[in-house]
């Protein structure tokens, strides 16, 4: 089971997971720095990133989602989860840990560029979009085709956990 550790710094431990799949099997490694001895060096802001189609069965990204895009952005933001959408088997999952918004850490560290809260993961589901033109949410699918579901949510008040499952093909209808 291929899986994916991105922005892994000098820590490798798994830190959601199923209890079929506790730790991890075939890790690959991935960070801007060159001293964390990843397997791949890579900057995260830049797309696409370094791998094949339907690569992975797991993405794991644990605070540092937060660290990529900017705030407001919402081309890079698209284009950043439709690359873990193409990089990941249909049914796999991106696991994610960040501040939760009500963490004084959320825009504490100057290192954040951005919060990613339960409300923003609802546009990443096709079927969501079915309420665009009833609520205010904005309908991005003129540039977002990738799809996911929403599994596992958690948010504590100082941390944000969550697991999006890749819904392939994507469900979207204009």
Partial sequence: MPELLIGCGNRRDKRIGSAASPGWTEL????IDPHAGADVIHDLNVLPYPFEDDQFDEIHAYEVLEHTGQQGDWRFFFAQFSEFW???KPGGLLCATCPSVASRWAWGDPGH??????????????????QAGITSLTDYRAVYQADFDLPFSEDNGETFRFALQAVKPSRIQI
Avoid: K
Wanted: net charge neutral; proline share 8%.
């Fill in 28 to 31: 690959t490694t991935l960070d």
């Fill in 86 to 88: 193409r990089i990941l």
């Fill in 113 to 130: 560029t951005r919060v990613i809260q339960p409300e923003t993961l609802i546009f990443l589901q096709q079927p969501q979009y079915a």
